[in-house]
């Protein structure tokens, strides 16, 4: 059986504690995994600190951490069946999906080697400066020693965000997986290890909640980036406030997909299934608030009803799968306890609502997609479900649209569905949520910022904002007045 070791200092390491983490779509054994005890954490930690401060890493120059970053998107590539192969048995993602992972995080790495390649890590600033006055410069450098703890939806895509402007930025890490899916983000230690970054830049450590607690009170720690629940990120908040550490949250979401009156019903029809369905509605940014102008609403239901059938839920392994199980067994009765919940509270189901039962599909955790009309009272309305499990709501017209899918307390993403760019436009814009597609879904671009609004989170990854979140800014002051007497400011004390 595969054994997924710490990586701490640049070596993998077996520690006391393991358990074997099992197959979401059969329950099948995929690897021993080694939990760290607190004096493994600390001395991941210990290890970043030191790499931190070693002439290797803060004197290796941009281009040649450029270098690095390309090094590890080829290898990604060159590894690409492997590590889909892990990631379909590791975490049930479909096979599809687990492809595209690899792709999007080898294509992140090349992206972010670009954009470090033009970053200016000190720029003269000409309005501030003066001549005979100053000569005024920001200076970008790392933060420092940072912390990551990321979730188990997308574990190798989570990895790369986290670890990529960690070295771009010239700091240093201690990430932690989530111990539901610890398997690729191991083998991108594997990747780092082998092209060459130098010890203890990045650890890879995994565990639950305890281990990540305990990561994140250590003082030596200067920032920390978290991907997850946002009831886990208001915690990290209050203990962040502690040591005044620097914090970026990517968080839960509940986001809306607008249907206008004039949109293209084919396009937007499977957008709307695509936007909550893919990765069994396991993904942050998933559209799973429906709302349609009345208009429209009795042939675009009639349409998604019909076409939902067509979604094909299935083993992972299979290439024609849709998607596949959740995570594991909580997750699954999380998402059923959600149905429940909506029937009871008066919601109509129009499709699914149920465990998949027959086949081999029984031996894992399948739940069918699931259609639901609800009303904004609605628990379902409001609370991240994290499943296949759709609100749809009819509206008047887009300002009743706007209004109501501004009614929550999360704001990560959204679309809008028309033929008309402008009007989409308009109504994108009063979106209060960190990305808005129109006409499209879950596309992400690697050079443009991604993050919540609102309790979504706080900061962004990719994007120069992203980079930028790894960085502190230094104003450095150079005098240019050559003479004390062209200094009378000194003579307030004398
Ligand atoms: P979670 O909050 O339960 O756990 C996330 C990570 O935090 C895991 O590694 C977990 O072990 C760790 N953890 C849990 N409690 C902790 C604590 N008290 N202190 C420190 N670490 C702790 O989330 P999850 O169930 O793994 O993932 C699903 C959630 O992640 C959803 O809410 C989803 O929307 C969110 N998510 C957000 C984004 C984004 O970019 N905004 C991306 C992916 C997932």
Redesign the pocket.
Known sequence: MKEIKLFIDGEFRTSDKSFVSENPANGEAVAKVYIPSEKDIDLAVDSAEKAFYSKEWRGMDALKRAELLEKISDKLKERRNEIVDLEVADSGSALRKAKADVANAASYFKVLAGQLRKFAFEVKDESASRPGFSANYKIYEPVGVCAQ??????PLV?AA?KIGPVIAAGCTTVL?????TPVTASILAEIIRDVGVPAGVVNII????????Y??KNSKVRKVA????????R??ME?AGRNLQRLS?????KSANIVLDDADLSIAVDGALYAFLYHSG????SGTRLFVEEKIYPSFKDALVKRIADVKVGLPTDPGTGYGPVVNKK?ADRILAYIETTKKEGGKLLFGGNKITTGEMAKGHYIEPTLFEVTPDHTIFNE?I?GPVLAITPVKNEDEAIRLANKSIYG?AGAVWSKNAERAKNVAKLLETGTVWINEYHLLNPGMP???YKQ??LGR?MGEEGLKAYLEVKHLWVSDCDARDKKPWFDAIF
């Open positions: 703890i990321i979730p188990w939806n997308f989570m965000w932690k997986s989530a111990q539901e995994t565990g639950g909640a305890h281990e990540g607690q990561l994140l978290f991907t997850g629940s946002t009831e886990v990120g915690k990290i203990g949250l990517e968080l839960g979401g396991q993904a942050c940014d997750q991240e994290f990560l991604f993050g919540g979504s989170g990854e």
